[in-house]
DNA sequence: ACGTTGATGACAGTTACTGACATGGGTCGC
DNA sequence: GCGACCCATGTCAGTAACTGTCATCAACGT
């Protein structure tokens, strides 16, 4: 047996999803989720860069299936299609369990600071697909407009698919607000008067 | 002749961003920052909230430029123009002097702090322009489709009227940006074989 | 055996931020 | 003009996030 208790970091980031969950973000302190996790506080510092950062340690895996799905996508594909392809992966990664994702979103919506760092992963994501772009050759500013446009469409099939309690499928959800947004940009959706 | 200097407010803002370009936001504390406006740590963080918010303090007047543009926008236009034409508006607002914006942006550009603030501003600025419509008949999904790309329509000319030399129209940035999204959208862009 | 490694603990220090109370010139009612 | 209040600021003490540094001690290789 080990000198310590198994993946202390996994130990931490439940106690901490607990805690945010059970009484607010601001009202935990890192010692107390340390101490939940049987560690101390300098230990939880030694895991996650800061009191946040420990609901976001999967970010980069999500955005690995992202990326490497617009990695994958045929040469040919037009930009607006090889980021649709990448959400459309990046939704199958994260459907498998709704429950989780709706308490994450629920403590995230609870705290402004939370949602700053959510925002910051998002602008991560979005830099690293309008990078996967330029490098297949989609000129900078168009890369920069494709990977956003792909990042909303993708916010915006999320939120649907936490909010409705009957749509399971989210990338049927992505595909569908991709396809919002294309007849937005074909000039459609004048408010009816009223 | 008054208890105190005047304008306490902006002698705080103007010397944070002295001592954030002078020495880099973390290397600055408050105290030093109230101690060249000529006040206390306190009063500080009586007028921001926090050591970021100095440096968004015209947030609001920018966003209010925005929403009113799209407000003041004839009902039949459809969404993409509405928030193009808020776009333009709020690019308007700015363009008054680029070395003023380029000495912020360098700032925040340096530290990820400041750029996940930033991020903040533009979700929020995001919501209100989907607000907006959501008032003029929009659906909530189209309305929020709408929004993000006319705020990433916004940040691409922004970079480039930032980076480059020549061009100073910021509006006339955004109008092309906001053709490279349509075209995109289409379809267009197929990365050239290579 | 024995030295090294690496995850953790212990502890002190800095600084962002908050609450509570004090101060004193301005201003308004009279 | 005089007193009562107002309110921006000062003062001071406290909390908690985060950091640097050194100690510990099982595991592991040689």
Request: charged content about 25%; aromatic content about 6%.
């Amino acid at each position: 047996m080990g000198r310590w208790q198994p993946n202390a970091r996994g130990r931490l980031q439940r106690a901490a999803l607990e805690l945010y969950g059970e009484r607010g973000f601001e009202q935990t302190t890192v010692a107390e989720i340390a101490q939940r996790a049987g560690l101390t506080e300098r230990t939880f510092f030694r895991h996650f860069t800061d009191k946040r950062e420990v609901l976001f340690a999967n970010a980069e895996e999500f955005e690995g299936s992202f990326v490497r799905a617009l990695v994958a996508a045929p040469e040919a594909t037009p930009p607006i299609e090889a980021v649709a392809a990448a959400a459309e992966a990046g939704a199958g990664a994260i459907q498998s369990d709704r429950a989780q994702a709706r308490r994450r979103q629920a403590v995230i919506a609870a705290n402004a600071e939370l949602q700053e760092r959510e925002l910051t992963k998002l602008a991560r994501l979005t830099a690293a697909l309008a990078g996967a772009l330029r490098e297949r050759g989609v000129p900078p500013a168009t890369a920069s407009l494709a990977a956003e446009a792909g990042v909303a469409v993708f916010k915006v099939a999320f939120e649907r698919w936490i909010g409705e309690e009957g749509e399971e499928d989210l990338p049927r959800l992505v595909r569908q607000s991709l396809d919002e947004l294309r007849a937005l940009a074909a000039g459609a959706g004048a408010a009816s008067p009223g």
